[in-house]
């Protein structure tokens, strides 16, 4: 990892999720939810396809409203905040499905990550940090981002992401649809940027594979966090091995 990808962590702020009750029309998707994402953890939110993984992401991102509850950045409550400003607080989203845009170069892709930024020196060092990070991104820089494969798409996702500075990243199910050593590079990653500081949020189906990389945990079922504690302690959970990890 160079030295231009740890200038992407900055000094910490937090998140954190209080009360949180959200849904869609008559249907409610999380049950007064909440979660803290101490600055410079790693913190993994597992459970089935459709428990409310994404909306919580959603909600944290200003994406999708809070009916009660709040979000908290940085020590600052940002509930009534916009997505926009949100992100331009510090707050990074890897969305669920890529959602790169596809005639678009992988350039033009990452650059659409700093379009709030005005330091050109400083993007373009990002840049080749990006493709530090993700080696294959330098090799496609030039490339339609629609003719990527799900794998590399997810590497540009992340990048994109991470060229708006963010202090704390959210990363909405990084595995789905991505082959298996690309997985595994994409988590590698994840780790490294943990490990430079950065503050991570990642909801995962693969429970095994997001306990594995974090350092602490939460369940959540049918909107609700049933479970939470340190990633190892939640391996070695019966409840968990028998619901997520077919033991």
């Given amino acids: ?11 910490g702020k937090g998140l954190s999720l209080s009360g949180v009750t959200a849904g869609y029309g008559g249907i409610t998707a999380l049950h007064e939810v ?21 909306t919580l992401l959603k909600v944290a991102a200003g994406l999708h409203a809070a009916w009660p509850g709040d979000i908290i950045l940085g020590g600052e409550v940002v509930t009534a905040r916009s997505a926009s400003d949100r992100a331009n607080s510090g707050l990074g989203l890897v ?44 090799e496609r820089r030039s490339q339609a ?33 991505v082959a298996p050593l690309l997985v595994r590079a994409i988590f590698g990653a994840i780790a490294q940027l943990h490990r430079e500081g950065l503050t991570v949020l990642v909801v995962e189906q693969n429970a095994r594979l997001a306990l594995t ?15 939470e504690g340190g ?17």
Avoid: C, W
């Avoid at 981002?145 to 060229?163: D, F, K, P, W």
């Avoid at 990633?231 to 033991?247: E, F, I, K, P």
């Fill in 213 to 227: 990389t974090a350092s602490r945990g939460y369940v959540i079922e049918s909107g609700r966090v049933v479970l």
């Fill in 34 to 54: 909440s979660l803290e994402v101490g600055v410079g953890e790693f913190v993994a939110v597992v459970g089935a396809n459709g428990a409310g993984k994404t």
């Fill in 1 to 11: 990892m160079s030295a231009e990808t740890s200038q992407l962590q900055q000094s």
């Fill in 145 to 177: 981002a629609g003719t990527l494969s799900g794998g590399e798409q997810q590497m540009l996702a992340i990048a994109r992401a991470l060229m708006g500075r963010p202090q704390v990243l959210l990363l909405d199910e990084p595995s789905m649809g």
């Fill in 95 to 138: 969305p669920e499905g890529r959602r790169v845009f596809p005639r678009m170069s992988v350039r033009e892709n990452l650059l659409v990550g700093a379009h709030h930024r005005r330091d050109k020196a400083g993007i373009e060092s990002d840049l080749g940090a990006m493709h530090d990070l993700f080696p294959i991104l330098a």
């Fill in 231 to 247: 990633a190892s302690a939640l391996l070695n959970d019966s409840q968990v091995q028998r619901a997520y990890l077919g033991m």
